[in-house]
């Protein structure tokens, strides 16, 4: 079966720099779209990155210049460089696959999800 299990997470201060990593298994991870997303209790799941099976990537605004998203094929991983913290980015980072289709626009509610790690960011 399908899993995705993140990891990297933790608390640091504003400025600093995270790795998240996110295994993937059960699928052929080389073939499909990957995506960060991130959600603060009481809000909405928002899509931070994605990374297309190309390599191609996209970013919200908020966070271009400061996070970087990639993948190893050969390990089956996702990554996510967070560098110059905020404190505005303290939330839980879920990583996401699409479940029916490949594309970064078929990820969606239904998609394969992890159960997140925890970026907590202070001053």
């Known amino acids: 079966r399908v899993q995705l299990v993140e990891s990297g997470g933790g608390s640091v201060q504003v400025g600093g720099s995270l790795r998240l990593s996110c295994a993937a298994s059960?699928?052929?991870?080389?073939?499909?779209?990957s995506a960060w997303f991130r959600q603060v209790p009481g809000t909405e799941r928002e899509l931070v990155a994605s990374?297309?099976?190309?390599?191609?990537?996209t970013y919200i605004d908020s966070v271009k210049g400061r996070f970087t998203i990639s993948r190893d094929n050969t390990k089956n991983t996702l990554y996510l460089q967070i560098d110059s913290l905020k404190a505005e980015d303290t939330a839980m980072y879920y990583c996401?696959?699409?479940?029916?289709?490949?594309?970064?626009?078929?990820?969606?509610?239904?998609?394969?999800w992890g159960r997140g790690t925890q970026v907590t960011v202070s001053s």
């Open positions: 996401a696959a699409p479940k029916y289709g490949v594309g970064c626009h078929e990820i969606d509610e239904d998609a394969y």
């Open positions: 059960g699928y052929t991870f080389s073939f499909y779209c």
């Open positions: 990374i297309d099976v190309n390599g191609r990537t």
